[in-house]
Structures are given as C-alpha cells and as structure tokens.
C-alpha cells in the first residue's frame, strides 16, 4: 500500500521516451497519441496491482502490465499479459 501511495505521489512525474513510445504502442497494439497518459489512466483504475520490485514499480490493469523505474518514473515498458 506504501508504494501505491509513493507512485500515485509522484504520478505527475511519469512520462516516457521517444523510443519507449514506440515500444509501447507496438506492445499493446495501440494507437494512441499521448502514450503516457494511457498508462497513467491504467494506474490509476482502482482495480491496478501495484507493487515495487528492485527498482522497478509494475503495474497490472486489466489484461496490461506497465514497468515503471522507480527513480526516473519513466514508464521502461507495457506488456499484453497472456
């Protein structure tokens, strides 16, 4: 519950890189114009599992789980979960 706090804290400070971008568009077969604010939109469901693992916070919504760095709250990768 900690780490929930401290990320949805911090939620502000999440973003992504160009290359993250593509990588996440690809992943999750989406074609959405503000990557970031989709993933932000998945945390914050009520129904998100987040937990922190080493220095990375997953994120699990749905059928999607979301890799952010714990330092940076760069969103690293988005995952369809089989």
């Known amino acids: 519950m900690e780490d929930k706090k401290i990320l949805f804290d911090n939620i502000d400070k999440i973003h992504t890189t160009e290359m993250g971008v593509d990588r996440i568009k690809r992943n999750l077969k989406i074609d959405t114009e503000d990557v970031a604010e989709y993933c932000i939109n998945k945390?914050?469901?009520?129904?998100?599992?987040?937990?922190?693992?080493?220095?990375?916070?997953?994120?699990?919504?749905?059928?999607?789980?979301?890799?952010?760095?714990?330092?940076?709250?760069?969103?690293?990768?988005?995952?369809?979960?089989?």
């Not at 220095?55 to 979960?81: D, F, L, P, Q």
Request: some cysteine.
């Open 43 to 82: 945390i914050l469901d009520k129904n998100c599992n987040i937990y922190k693992q080493g220095k990375n916070w997953y994120c699990e919504a749905e059928n999607i789980k979301i890799t952010i760095n714990s330092y940076s709250y760069t969103i690293i990768t988005a995952h369809i979960v089989k």
